[in-house]
């Protein structure tokens, strides 16, 4: 699909959506920071945790230029007949879950894909697009900055992330599993009667939960761990120190910092709520 004139929309759509995942990426981990009495009640915080780092995925994904799009059959129907004006015919266009692509070569090309039926559904689908994600930039580091340092240690990040990722099968979507196992099995002794879990435990993880902030000095801790629940709270909060790093870029990238869609919307959120970006 040919939008070269259309670059402002297009443009506006893409921020428009990497705001709206960012603030829900945001918010689920303001949510988190309210305990009840027993550091062991850990369930809900790390229901709202999965959805931190699920809603991040697809904020980055989108700030790379791709979008993972559910397209309902009035929304399809809508697309036909916009595209057979322009077309001479309906692009046939069906519902479902739909990839939204930016050429990188040529800007003015989207390709919209309809994506398979994965046997995991649309949560696993789209840690597959994350996981290609992070391998394409640890591969476009290493071709571009080769052994500069910090484009070292940046790749090992990445590399460390996409491994916390697959800890479970190769898709990337190791955090649905542990939602999952949270959420459905009740599993690790997050809820009541916490068989599972020591306080002790509960408070380590709970104080590992607060380095998702920006100036967090432990924020892109990510070491080795055989424990599930702290390898899942690390690879959350390593993913949104890199949403807001790149939040952080694209509002320097602009004319006037301050005016930028990041500042007027997920910075916002995080200023009315008292957290220094």
């Given amino acids: 699909m040919d939008v070269s004139t259309a670059h402002e929309r297009l443009a506006e759509a893409m921020a428009g959506e990497i705001a709206r995942f960012s603030c829900a990426a945001y918010e689920s981990l303001l949510a988190t920071g309210s305990h009840t009495h027993d550091p062991r009640s850990l369930g809900w915080p790390l229901v709202r945790y999965y959805y931190a780092s699920f809603y991040t995925a697809h904020a980055l994904l989108r700030l790379s230029g791709t979008g993972v799009n559910m397209f309902s059959g009035q929304t399809a129907s809508f697309l036909n007949q916009i595209g057979g004006q322009y077309l ?51 591969d476009e580091i290493t071709l571009t900055l080769g ?43 997050v809820w009541y009667p916490y068989n599972k879990l020591k306080p002790k435990t509960g408070t380590k993880l709970i104080a590992r939960m607060t380095r998702w902030a920006p100036r967090d000095p432990d924020g892109f801790e990510i070491g080795q761990s055989s424990e599930d629940l702290t390898c899942f709270i690390d690879a959350c909060n390593v993913m949104v120190q890199l949403l807001t790093a790149a939040l952080s870029d694209v509002a320097r990238r602009t004319n006037r910092e301050k005016s930028s869609f990041v500042d007027r919307l997920p910075f916002k959120l995080l200023r009315l709520n008292r957290v220094a970006v």
């Avoid at 990839?99 to 003015?108: G, H, L, Q």
């Avoid at 996981?131 to 640890?138: P, R, T």
């Avoid at 479970?168 to 690790?188: C, E, F, L, M």
């Fill in 88 to 138: 001479g015919m309906p692009p046939r266009i069906s519902q479902g879950l739909h990839i939204v692509k930016v050429d990188r070569a040529n800007p003015s090309i989207v390709q919209v894909t309809k994506m398979g039926s994965g046997a995991g559904g649309s949560h696993e689908e789209m840690w597959k697009l994350f996981l290609n994600l992070i391998q394409d930039l640890e």
């Fill in 147 to 189: 052994g500069a340092q910090q484009a070292q240690n940046t790749v090992q990040l990445l590399s460390k992330l996409r491994n916390h990722l697959c800890r479970q099968g190769k898709s990337g979507a190791w955090p649905s599993t542990v939602r999952n196992n949270i959420n459905y099995r009740h599993d690790y002794g």
